[in-house]
């Protein structure tokens, strides 16, 4: 693995998110040495200090796996196209951004010191209205596992 030298506090500031390890695994061999999981802590209601207001339009989302355009996505500023960082795959911007979109007139989520941004969502209605929660309990041990059993859940 490449080395790397990383402020977990400024990281931790910036962005509210603090991962079990510092650098990915490169390579499957690196990864299958890995002995602790790999595991991030978000926490989405921390104040961060310069955040810009929420952007009052949806997120763009990548065409092929749903991830939002980033500071980590490669922008092709003259044919108005944007790569994927995780799956990287070509989408075009919207009209909106691809008239004004410049190296110098980023928009907020592409400025890197706004890595995290809010998004108000627009005022679509919603085809399911009542969205539901799902909650996952995980049992610590068997033990847990035969109470749970005897009370017929």
Not at 87 to 108: D, G, K, S, V
Request: net charge positive.
């Amino acid at each position: 693995m490449q080395q790397a030298v990383v402020d977990i506090a400024a990281q931790d500031e910036q962005n509210g998110v603090r991962f079990s390890w510092n650098v990915w695994p490169s390579t499957r061999l690196e990864a299958t040495r890995i002995v602790a999981p790999l595991g991030c802590m978000y926490s989405p209601l921390k104040r961060i200090e310069g955040m810009p207001p929420a952007l009052p339009y949806n997120p763009i989302t990548c065409s092929g796996c749903g991830a939002v355009l980033n500071p980590y996505c490669q922008i092709d500023f003259r044919t108005k196209l944007w790569n994927c960082a995780f799956c990287m795959t070509r989408n075009h911007f919207p009209a909106y951004y691809a008239e004004n979109i410049t190296e110098q007139n980023l928009p907020a989520e592409l400025v890197p010191r706004f890595s995290t941004v809010g998004s108000l969502p627009s005022r679509r209605p919603n085809p399911n209205p009542n969205p539901g929660l799902a909650a996952f309990r995980i049992p610590r041990d068997a033990e847990h596992r035969a109470t749970r059993s005897n009370f017929g859940a």
